[in-house]
């Protein structure tokens, strides 16, 4: 079976589905997308996935799609390439321009790609992963497009590539006042004293699908959670932390910085978490 990516209304083989030399996320970093876990069929949380792409296209002034469009155009990728577990990408953008500015009405490119297969293997959850802080740049927590899941995407290319260099797997990112935000594909909790941490969104934290879905499962399990300001000092001293985003769920962090952790290791509260997270 050939395998078909969407693009504006037509599946198309994946080496025949281009874009046209005019499309803002090319030209600009101007588009907007969602990365998603199909699982059994089926993309995972797609509700709150499309609930935050819709908001942002309010928020850009996009001529947004219906709901029922982009439902259909996801549901229409899954059936034709027979996806039981994949990473499926929908991403929207501008065709044209009027200078700098999306010229009036312009009509949306949606474009759905995927990935087959498990993103992230068990024996990676059993280790975890490592991380440090990026020094080459920062998240302005200023800006809107911390708020955004959007193509402009440099900052965390810059420092993903940091942290290959320095032979970690996920670079955690300050925000402008030295406070930590969030990883260059993730959010970021840290655990101490039995307490769950997470960056704020006014620190720069993009409000993830699976930050929010796990506050809201601490909250259920009566577990101490809290959204509050982070300093690199806080990573370093953490007993245990974790990464989240809709293709990783939880996964443990063995090492911060130089400092061996406990997140991985049987009975951890991360662990714990992540069981009760995959069950919930």
């Known amino acids: 079976m050939t395998d078909c990516y969407y693009l504006n209304g037509a599946l198309l083989p994946t080496t025949d589905c281009r874009l046209g030399v005019t499309d803002r ?8 997308f969602e990365t998603m876990l199909v699982r059994r069929g089926k993309p995972v949380y797609f509700a709150e996935h499309l609930q935050r792409l819709l908001t942002s296209c309010v928020a850009f002034d996009y001529n947004a799609p219906s709901q029922d469009k982009l439902t259909d155009s996801v549901r229409e990728v899954i059936e034709a390439n027979a996806l039981e577990a994949a990473a499926l990408r929908l991403t929207i953008s501008p065709q044209e321009s009027e200078g700098l500015l999306c010229a009036p009405d312009s009509t949306l490119n949606i474009l759905i790609t995927f990935r087959r297969g498990e993103q992230y293997t068990q024996s990676l959850y059993e280790r975890g992963l490592t991380a440090l802080i990026a020094h ?7 800006s809107p497009l911390s708020r955004h899941k959007t193509t402009n995407f440099m900052d965390s290319i810059l420092a993903r590539k940091e942290a290959r260099s320095r032979n970690a797997d996920e670079a955690i990112l300050l ?5 930590l935000a ?10 101490k004293d039995g307490e769950i941490l997470t960056p704020r969104i006014a620190d720069g934290a993009l409000p993830g699908i699976i930050r929010g879905k796990v506050l809201e499962l601490c909250k259920e399990k009566g577990l101490a ?3 509050t300001v982070l300093t690199p000092q806080d990573f370093k001293q ?7 985003n809709s293709l ?11 400092r061996v952790l406990d997140s991985a290791a049987s009975g951890s509260l991360t662990c714990t978490l992540a069981d009760v997270f995959g069950h919930s």
């Open 248 to 258: 990783l769920g939880i996964m443990p962090l063995f090492k911060a910085e130089s």
């Open 238 to 244: 953490a007993d245990e932390a974790f990464l989240t």
């Open 175 to 179: 925000n402008t006042k030295g406070h």
């Open 225 to 227: 959670v809290r959204e």
């Open 25 to 32: 996320s090319y030209l600009l970093g101007d588009g907007l």
């Open 136 to 142: 080459t740049t920062r998240r302005n927590e200023q």
């Open 182 to 191: 969030e990883g260059s594909v993730s959010n970021l909790f840290l655990i």
